[in-house]
Structure formats: C-alpha cells, structure tokens
C-alpha cells in the first residue's frame, strides 16, 4: 500500500506525501466490537460509557469489549499503587465528547487476574483517541497506555512489556516502550505528534523484533516509515500486581496530561483494511478532520459544467450604448432598452400617477393608498413626487410585513412542527417578527444571512435585545421538517431539509438529489451533500413536541433561553426545586390514590387534589424551560460531528467518511477553516455571505426584481443550476448584484433603484407584441393578480375592519392541554382582524382560504406562487361570512362618511380600486341601489335596515370585481 511520510514538527505539521492510499477513499466504517473483530478484541474503554457527573472522580472505567477489564485507580488499591482517579469531562478539548481527563498524578489498571491474552512473541494493535496537553509536573515518560511488564529484572535482555508513552527532553516524542531500553520510534523529527491536537493513535505490532515489526499511525497516516529502536524480540509477560495500564499507575510510570475519549487493544497486528475501518469509525464519532481519510475524489466537472454562467463571478459591467437615451431614467432602463433596441421593440410609455401609486403601494405594503394618499401625490406635481412616495412606504412597518411574506415562503415558515401530530411551536412567531424587522430596519443582507444560519454562535458576543434577536434568527434551521413520532425520528430527513433549504434559499441552487447520487446535471457530490450533513449534524436542534410528548411524557427539549446566563441559571435551578417538590408532595398522594380503588369517595377527593399538581407538574417539567423564562426556537452548537457518505442515502449503510466543508464547485474559498469544537455553520455563513461567492448577491437581487415585475430575471429564483434558465438579461444582472453588494447589502437601496426606473414605472396597458409575447424584453409592465394576503388585508383595509397593531402569541390550547397524537393531531384556524402575515400557519393542515388563493404549502421552500382562478375561489367570494362581513363594513363606512349617494359611491370606488369613478359608473351604482331598495321593500325589510343592506350588496361587488384583484 502506498504510504504517506508525516513529519510533525513543534508548533506545525509538514505532510510529505509519496502517495495516496487509494484504500482509504473505499474503506467502510467498522465498529471496534464488529464481528470480524470480536474474537480478537481484549480491551475496549469508551468514556462516552461513563454516567457520571462534570468533574466526578472515574473510579470504574468499566470495559466494553465484554471482557469485564474494568479499569479503576491503583493508589490504595494495589501494592505500591500510585495513580489517582482521573476525572470525568462532559464536553471535553475533543470537539466536546464526554472523556476521561488525566492530570500528572492519574493512573488505572485493570486486575491483574483478568489478563489481556497477549504474551511472548505475540501481535496486538492499540487505538487511542487523545488530545494531550503540556504536562510540566512529570517531566519523565508518560505512560499512555500498556500492557506487560516493563521492570522485570529478570530477564533485561528482552521486552518483556509494550506501552505508548510520551518522552520529554529537548524534543517530545512518541515512543513504544518493552522495558529495559527496548522500544520502537518514529524517525527522529516526529515531536509533539499529539500535544494540542485531537488524534487517532494507532500501534500495530506483529511478530517479530521490536523496531521491525511495529507501525506508528496518526490520523490513519503512517508516522515514519523506518523506525528508531530496538531489534529485541518481545516476550510480552503479565505483571502479578497489575493489568494493562494508563498514567501515573506506580512510581516507576510517569503520568501524562490530556483527555482520553477511547482506548482499544486487540491481539492481533489488524490488517490495512481493518484498521482504516476501525479508525475510519473513530473519526467519524469523534468529527475529526483526518486528511488522509476524508479527502474526496476529484469532481468530475463538465466543460458545460464549469463554464455554466452561474457559477462565474459576479462581472462590473458598464452601461451599454442606446438610442433613445431620453427614456433613461435608471443605470437598469439602459440595459432594458439596449435589448429592445436590438429587437426593434418600443418600451411601453409611463402608467398614469394613479396607477403608479396603487402599484407602488401593493409592491412595498401589500395594501392600497388612502384616499388621501392618492389624492395628496396625484396634486403633487414636483419631480420628487414618486421618490418622496417611495420613500415614505419603505419607512413604513407595513413594508416589512409585506416584504417578510416573502421571505417566510422561501424558508417555508409555519407555526407547527410537522410531525404526524404536527405538534404547535408558539415560539415559532419570534422568527416570524425577527424576519419582519429585519426587513424593517434594512438589516444588510450579508448579516441577515450570517444570523440566520449561525445566530445563536454570533450572540456570544452580543447582549441584551441584539444576543435575543440573534438567537431568534437561527429559527431558520429550528423550522426544518419534522416527521413520524418520536422526538428527532427520522433525522436525517429534517437535516436534508435544512441542507436543501439553505441551498435554494442563499444559493440557489438544489442539493438534496447529491443525498443518495452524484447531482444528475449540476456539478454538486455525494461528498458535498454529507459535508453539508456534518455541518447540520454538529446543531442541536430543538423539539417541539410529538405524539410521544403524551404519550410517554417526553418533554420538549432545546429551546434556547433568550434571558442571560446568569438569570437562566437562576430560574432554571428554581424550577427544578419546584419540579421536586411537586413530586415530593405527589408521591403519597398517588399511592393513596392506588389504594383507593375500591373507595369511590377517596379516589375522588385525592384525584381533585392531584389534578392541579399534575397540571402545574407537566407546565414545569415539559415545557422545555421555566414556564416564566423566555425562550426561542432555536438551533444551538453540538458536538461536532463529520458524516458518512450514506450509500443510496440510507443511514445505516454507511460509506466514505467527508469533512464539514463549502460545497467544492463553486471554487471560492476553498475548505472552511472550523475551529475544534465548532459545528461550522459560522464558516458556512461567511462562505455563504461572501462577496467572492458568484451565486448569493445574484439569487437575492433576483428574488426582489421578481416581485417588482412577477418574474424574476432568471423564471426559477430558486435553481440556478444546469436546469434552470439563463438570466434574460444577464449583464443586467450582474450590474444589480455587483450594485447590491457595493451598497452594502441593503435590500431597501434595490428597491430604490427598481423602482424609480422608467422599466418599472411603464404601463401595463399595452397590445401584445407578436415578437415577445411572454414580455422577457420587458417592454411593458405585466398586469398581476393580488396575493391571497393582500385580497384578505385590502377587503379589511377597506372595509376599515384591519388592526395593523403587530399581535401577540397565537391562541393555542393551554400548555397543560397538549395531549396530541397521530390520530387526533393538532388542527385549529384562528379569527384575526391583523394582517394575513400574521395568521397561523400549519404544515399539515393548510389554511382554508389562504391555500385556496394559492399561498404557498408551508412543508417546503416556494419561490414562485401559482396564479390559480378556480370555481371554488368564485363560491368563496359569493357565500364566506367573511366577504359578507367586510361588505358590510365597508357599506357602513360610507353610509356614516356621507348622505350623498354620489359621495358615498366615490369613497367606495376609491377605497376598493383606488380611483374615482366614473359618471357612468356613478349612475350605474345609483341605478342598482334603487333596484335593490325596491326589491328588498317588497321582501318586508324594514326601511332603517334597507339602506345598509343595499349598500351592503354594492360593496360586495366592489370588492369581488376584477378591478380589485389585478395591479395593472
């Protein structure tokens, strides 16, 4: 097998390769016990076995191979025995796993009469996980781990022990000691192999002299290819006082210092494939970065591939020439203009003030101008008219929320969590608001992406509102699918979800094929997916709630506290005392109830005063946090965490390991640069924020261009790859994105730039044109159907009924209350006089008029909403009590507004359509009230009702007519 030199010098490490193992890249994990190996497994130790708490003493490292060689201190527990208990760690140096910290004065054993079956001239290999630190108080050898003994003076011509230790002078170095000056070394220049670094130690020996038999590996790389040491033959012999051992065990073994995760012994000298396998296993559990092991094939990428336009940078492109420069209003008029020219085409001349204002109004506030609105920028005939307006709307908090929709269908927000009982998440909201006032308050879109995805790691430097805000952010990832029953079932699922989310979301691009496949047609790696996994892997995501949360009183978990440290700690410690006193005060009363079967008056008095104990009980312990500490639905850091490949992306069956990394394609950066004990989500985020990433300025600036015109310059905002299409004006693009950027990322500046251009501000109202009927050219301005939000919001803003007052929590059953399952799972819609963006939103349970005017489904991401006219949205308009109750508030409205029919018909046109009506229009409005009067006389209305009901019905009409619906 080819071999890679590794030479480690203080403070560096230089890797001089003389081959790749080509074995590694098809090595399969394999756990230390499989059942290729159990036969020769002596001693497995596994820290993560261990249940104890932060800082206890280890005084039993039991062992795991299924042997029963327990390890345990040595000190007052063996003649001359030295070694003190070593301490447990719960999140450890080595990416936070629990392990077993050794200082200079611990050391264990196992017995002595439960001998490791290695003796005489005999094969074994040693696997240790470890990160060692400096160790100053022992300045002799430190023992690792052996096994043996290394002081028999009986026979000092041979070893007669095998042990790993660490050798300190002017160089620290790794040696395998037998006793007596026998050992076996890498080269010299091999110091400090491990200090300060987390490492995968292996030692294979097979029969044979010392030096020539043993193999040194670090991270599955060969540490030294001819050894230092002794040509002794080893007689390895057992001890009569001591069994294999670690640290400071008897005065003759120095202690070491470092955090020791696992520690394997087999009698046999493991084969290449077994050991990569086994150390394969190790990396992926522990999440570390081994080169050898976790480099990915090459990508095979296409000419058409690399060339795609996508993935270029982002070019400056200065305007093009036109002819008709007058029309110029916007850099974006000259490149619209250039094309048309080209094609012989004519742009569209400018809509009239009214149309303008009610367009412009719908755009940033998804509502109508007032009367007064329209009837102030119609009188004004300063060239700042339209400017001042826009200016006015972008500062309005209406603008967020209209803007925030947007973005909601993108992330697929919803209020519940997906499972099958789909379980309510009232938390949920906070992110909701969070997107809200991000848009608000202009947040640059860099850092709106940066605390999306990393918030939570973002807020260790923040206080107060901002940390809070921050942690809110990461609601992102929180919202990922959840599915089946049980509290993170079917994992890998909700992390595919968070994976493909982020990638149509930022990047525009689609990973969530690369699962189970190499990406059919973009150039995006089985490897690239699971580097992604490892990212997503390494978060802690929060849950929710599911059927198990009723029926085996699962609490909700991993909700993040919003309070500080301190209060947190506080209140959490408080809770936890009630929690205890509630079941201290529980406990006899449940067994007085057990013993009341056949006593129906006691059974009840002792059920009435256990009912409010468990109710309070269940509020306390399974809400997630003290019920009077505010929480967010939040991811968090886990341990850290590098994923096999799953072959045909199955979880069990487990392939190559690949590090937490960007996606290799794009060829920014290169690899992420995580810190130990990090998910790298931060890192994703800056590779994602880059101003050097070709995809995210473009995908961002499309997505508002899009719902400035109905479609965006590329028709799938979401999918830049090889399937979609070209950008129809791409130096268009490309200048918006470059401009995006320069102008710190601010989405507000974009809108500035849409839409005070002359493109944006044409008319509709236009004949079609033969040679581009689609209007890619953008010669004209397209005419577009109201959103299922703005219908709703328009017919209450009209009809005087909407309360823009942002509203509180969502009114879901009382806490206590919960007890959903997969066969009666949580379903409500909630009445609201506040906008649409606030309404409840379920995943399994679409709303019942939004789904009907097409709002998005909340399962997944929705770049593009369809633009559906279907019976049912016409017999919804005709019979909902909602339609008829905002028809008759509007018919009240103007009744009380006017005594004048005439007056009152022009307050009514212009609060539905935004304009005055016409004379025609104002006779007809006329002509039917009297019809209606008379007709609803004869019925036996009484008189005081037949105006209101009269006008109730011409409402109606205004506001279901085709005028409402369409921004021209």
């Known amino acids: 097998m080819n071999r890679i030199l590794v030479r480690i010098f203080r403070g560096c490490t230089l890797a001089v390769v003389f081959g790749i193992s080509s074995s590694l890249a098809q090595t399969k994990p394999l756990a230390p016990n499989a059942s290729s190996l159990a036969s020769q497994l002596q001693l497995w130790l596994k820290a993560d076995s261990l249940t104890l708490t932060n800082g206890d003493p280890v005084a039993v490292w039991p062992d795991s191979s299924g042997h029963g060689r327990d390890f345990s201190p040595t000190r007052g527990a063996r003649p001359d025995g030295a070694g003190a208990a070593p301490t447990f760690i719960s999140e450890s140096s080595i990416n936070k796993r629990i392990a077993v910290h050794f200082a200079a004065e611990s050391g264990l054993a196992s017995s002595p009469d439960n001998r490791v079956e290695i003796s005489g001239d005999a094969a074994f290999t040693m696997l240790l996980v470890l990160r060692l630190f400096e160790n100053e108080s022992s300045p002799g050898p430190g023992i690792l781990f052996g096994f043996g003994d290394p002081t028999a003076k009986s026979d000092p011509s041979r070893p007669r022990a095998a042990f790993l230790q660490i050798n300190r002078g002017a160089e620290t170095t790794l040696r395998l000691g037998g006793g007596w000056n026998h050992d076996a070394a890498p080269p010299p220049g091999t110091p400090e192999p491990l200090q300060d670094r987390s490492t995968i130690v292996t030692i294979t020996k097979s029969p044979g002299s010392f030096r020539g038999t043993t193999r040194f590996y670090l991270n599955g790389s060969l540490a030294g290819e001819s050894l230092a040491g002794s040509d002794a033959v080893p007689d390895f012999a057992h001890r009569s006082d001591i069994g294999a051992f670690m640290g400071h065990v008897q005065n003759w073994a120095g202690g070491f210092a470092g955090d020791v995760v696992e520690v394997i012994l087999y009698n046999a000298a493991l084969s290449d494939a077994d050991r990569e396998g086994v150390e394969l296993y190790l990396a992926g559990k522990y999440a570390l970065t081994v080169p050898s092991m976790l480099k990915p094939p090459a990508l095979k990428v296409s000419p058409e591939q690399k060339s795609w336009w996508a993935f270029q940078a982002v070019k400056k492109t200065s305007l093009p020439a036109v002819k008709n420069s007058s029309w110029i209003r916007s850099p974006i008029d000259a490149f619209v203009l250039t094309k048309l020219e080209a094609r012989g085409l004519r742009p569209a001349p400018t809509a009239d003030k009214r149309t303008l204002l009610r367009r412009l109004h719908f755009d940033l506030t998804g509502l109508p101008p007032t009367p007064q609105e329209l009837r102030e920028f119609q009188a004004d005939s300063s060239p700042f008219a339209f400017s001042n ?145 490892g990212v997503f892997a390494s978060t802690r995501f929060p849950y929710a709630g599911s059927e198990e949360f009723a029926s085996k009183n699962f609490p909700r978990t991993g909700f993040v506290p919003l309070a500080s440290s301190a209060d947190w700690t506080d209140k959490d410690l408080e ?138 310059l590329v028709h799938t905002p979401s999918n830049f790859g090889l399937r979609s299409e070209p950008p129809t004006h791409p130096e268009l693009l490309d200048f918006l994105a470059d401009y995006f950027v320069e102008h710190n990322w601010s989405v507000k500046a974009m809108h500035r730039l849409i839409l005070n251009s002359a493109t944006w501000q044409q008319t ?205």
């Not at 010669?779 to 803003?797: G, N, P, Q, V």
């Not at 349970?845 to 019976?871: G, K």
């Not at 935004?914 to 025609?920: K, T, V």
């Not at 009484?942 to 085709?962: H, K």
């Open 389 to 533: 307006a826009v200016e006015r709307l972008l500062a309005s908090p209406r603008y967020g929320e209209r803007w925030g929709r947007h973005w909601m269908d993108v992330v697929r927000y919803a209020d519940t969590a997906g499972d099958n009982a789909d379980y309510p998440v009232p938390e949920a909201r906070l992110y909701r608001d969070y997107i809200i006032d991000a848009f608000n308050m202009d947040k640059p879109y860099a850092q709106f992406i940066r605390e999306q995805l990393a918030g939570d790691i973002l807020a260790r430097d923040a206080s107060g509102e901002q940390r809070a805000e921050r942690i809110v952010a990461t609601g992102f990832l929180a919202l990922s699918r959840r599915y089946a029953t049980a509290p993170f079932e079917f994992m890998h699922l909700t992390i595919e979800d968070a994976i493909e989310t982020t990638g149509r979301t930022f990047l525009g691009m689609t990973f969530r094929c690369a699962r189970c496949h190499d990406h059919k047609y973009d150039p995006v790696a089985k490897e690239d997916y699971y580097s992604l996994y």
């Open 575 to 712: 809770n936890h005392r009630l929690v205890a006193a509630l079941r201290a005060v529980m406990v006899p009363l449940e067994k007085q109830l057990e013993a009341a079967k056949t006593n129906a008056e006691l059974k009840k008095t002792v059920e009435a005063q256990l009912k409010p104990l468990r109710v309070e009980l269940k509020r306390r312990d399974k809400f997630g946090a003290p019920p009077d500490v505010p929480v967010a639905y939040a991811v968090t850091e886990d341990k850290p965490w590098n994923e096999f490949i799953h072959v045909r992306g199955e979880p069990a069956d487990q392939g190559v390991l690949t590090s937490r990394r960007a996606p290799g394609f794009l060829g920014v950066h290169g690899e992420l640069n995580i810190p130990d004990g990090a998910s790298g989500r931060l890192q994703l985020a800056e590779w994602i924020a880059s101003e050097a990433n070709p995809l995210t300025a473009r995908v961002m600036v499309n997505r508002i261009w899009q719902h400035h015109f109905g479609k965006g």
């Open 764 to 968: 509709s109202l236009c004949a079609t044109e033969p040679r581009d009927p689609a209007n890619d050219l953008l010669w004209r301005m397209d005419r577009r159907r109201l959103d299922a939000e703005s219908i709703r919001d328009t017919m209450m803003f009209a009809a005087g009924t909407l309360n823009l007052e942002r509203p509180g929590p969502h009114p879901f059953p009382k806490f206590e209350e919960w007890a959903w399952t997969q066969h009666n799972h949580f379903k409500a819609v909630y009445d609201s006089d506040r906008r649409s963006v606030y309404l409840m939103r379920q995943r399994i349970q679409r709303h019942p008029y939004l789904a009907l005017f097409d709002a998005p489904d909340a399962n997944v991401s929705t770049d593009t909403r369809t633009d559906s006219i279907v019976p049912l949205q016409a017999l919804y308009l005709m019979n909902n009590p909602f339609v008829e109750t905002q028809a008759a508030a509007l018919a009240r409205r103007v009744i009380g507004a006017a005594a004048d029919n005439s007056e009152r018909t022009r307050l009514a046109c212009k609060l539905a359509w935004s304009r005055d009506p016409s004379p025609s229009e104002i006779n007809k409005a006329s002509e039917f009230l009297s019809r209606m009067h008379d007709e609803l006389a004869r019925t036996g209305m009484q008189p005081d009702s037949l105006d209101e009901a009269g006008w109730t019905s011409y409402a109606r009409v205004l506001l279901t007519a085709n005028e409402f619906f369409y921004i021209d």
